[in-house]
């Protein structure tokens, strides 16, 4: 009994001394601790806001800066400009993937039906006034068990609706579903009204000349390169366009005789997340460019790469976009989400009736991921708006993580596109 009266007394000696000699010192030293964290964290606020309003005038310029070498270029050599000029423009847009996890976003357990229109509301907008907007469809559009190489025809619907109309189906993967689902993949992307190129089925169009507000323009399409394509027969390969210094020749032979006025090629080539350019692709443009080609598009390195202009024998503009990324996706590369629309206007003199380029410009776009859990997970989005309104102070439009990934992807556009 003594040991705990004892241990009693020590309890409350100590309870009085804290009370008495420490207690303020304690409240003090707390209280300073919470105003020295409010005060930080204030700052930080302000530092934050002092950022976001940096980089908000920062991103307004980018675009404005990015093409100025070019369109200097441009506007140097085209000196017959005229009123009486018919303007045409060209939307362009890189690889339109679907992967099993977008599938699983459109998909409707109600309704047990696909529905990806969600993913593009928010930028089919840009293209909507293009005359032509083209792209490459490196996804299987088939009645099958769907995976990362097919998607349901919703898919490519909602792809057709966004604004696109004209694809190309010549690519690395165009014979991973076989000779059939390569047929059928251009079947069903011809009914629903897509201009189809890429294949070399019978009856189909290794090119395709469009009269556009009566200039004649003739689309090419080639792959460097087919998956698996030592085991492929001679048959399978047959079947697709593949690249060759021949078949570029017979093509701009075939499109003169139709009387095309600027050439297009659309051309899947290079390495893949990587924004060097190869060698060979290089030399792929130098021979393009020597034969009379007017416009080349790139894809397949899923990441954007410089631009260019090169002046053909006639001293005439030849636009060189070695590649503009993905249209969609969900690849994980930082890099490979950041994409964008190139936007292209010629014109048919009104003067000598030639079709010359006159301007080109972008609009940089992101494949949005909302979560696993979110009811539309994956969106396309305008990165430069999205931008500078969530550095305008709407920062509820998109996470903060977003929101530097988007900073990042406008900086690196500009490094990339402003050599």
């Not at 009693?8 to 008495?20: A, G, M, P, Y």
């Not at 059939?180 to 009856?203: A, C, H, W």
């Not at 416009?295 to 590649?323: C, R, T, W």
């Amino acid at each position: 009994m003594a040991r705990n009266r004892r241990n009693t007394r020590r309890i409350k000696s100590i309870k009085e001394v804290l009370t008495t000699k420490t207690f303020w010192t304690i409240v003090g030293i707390l209280l300073l601790i919470i105003i020295s964290c409010i005060v930080i964290n204030n700052y930080k606020i302000y530092e934050d806001k002092q950022l976001l309003a940096k980089q908000k005038e920062e991103i307004e310029k980018q675009t404005q800066e990015i093409f100025s070498q070019i369109s200097n270029n441009i506007s140097q050599t085209n000196q017959n400009i005229s009123e009486s000029d018919t303007a045409i423009k060209m939307s362009a847009v890189g690889d339109i993937l679907c992967s099993s996890s977008m599938i699983e976003d459109a998909y409707n357990n109600n309704t047990k039906e696909y529905d990806f229109s969600h993913m593009f509301n928010s930028i089919s907008g840009y293209i909507k006034d293009a005359d032509i907007v083209m792209g490459t469809m490196e996804t299987g559009i088939i009645d099958d068990e769907y995976s990362d190489i097919n998607a349901p025809i919703e898919f490519a619907r909602a792809v057709r609706n966004s604004g696109i109309n004209l694809v190309t189906i010549s690519h690395n993967h165009s014979l991973d579903n076989g000779v059939n689902g390569l047929k059928e993949t251009r079947e069903n992307l011809e009914e629903l009204g897509f201009d189809v190129l890429g294949d070399k089925f019978e009856n189909s169009n290794t090119v395709i000349v469009k009269e556009i507000k009566g200039a004649k323009i003739a689309f090419l399409t080639y792959t460097c390169f087919l998956d698996n394509e030592s085991q492929k027969s001679k048959e399978e390969l047959n079947c697709v366009n593949m690249y060759s210094e021949k078949q570029v020749k017979d093509d701009i032979k075939y499109a003169k005789e139709k009387d095309a006025e600027y050439i297009c090629v659309m051309i899947h080539w290079g390495d893949a997340i990587t924004q060097t350019i190869s060698d060979e692709q290089k030399k792929i443009a130098e021979f393009l460019v020597d034969n009379d080609v007017d416009l080349i598009i790139g894809a397949h390195p899923s990441v954007v790469q410089k631009m260019e202009i090169k002046q053909n024998k006639d001293g005439e503009n030849v636009f060189i976009a070695y590649s503009i990324g993905t249209y969609v996706s969900t690849l994980s590369a930082e890099e490979a989400k950041t994409e964008l629309v190139l936007n292209i206007e010629l014109r048919k003199s009104g003067k000598d009736g030639k079709v010359y380029l006159n301007k080109v410009d972008y609009t940089p776009i992101y494949m949005l991921d909302n979560g696993w859990d979110a009811q539309d997970r994956f969106k396309l989005i305008d990165m430069k708006t999205t931008a500078t309104e969530y550095a305008g102070g709407n920062t509820q439009i998109v996470t903060r993580q977003t929101y530097d990934e988007l900073v990042r992807g406008l900086n690196r556009l500009n490094e990339i596109l402003s050599k």
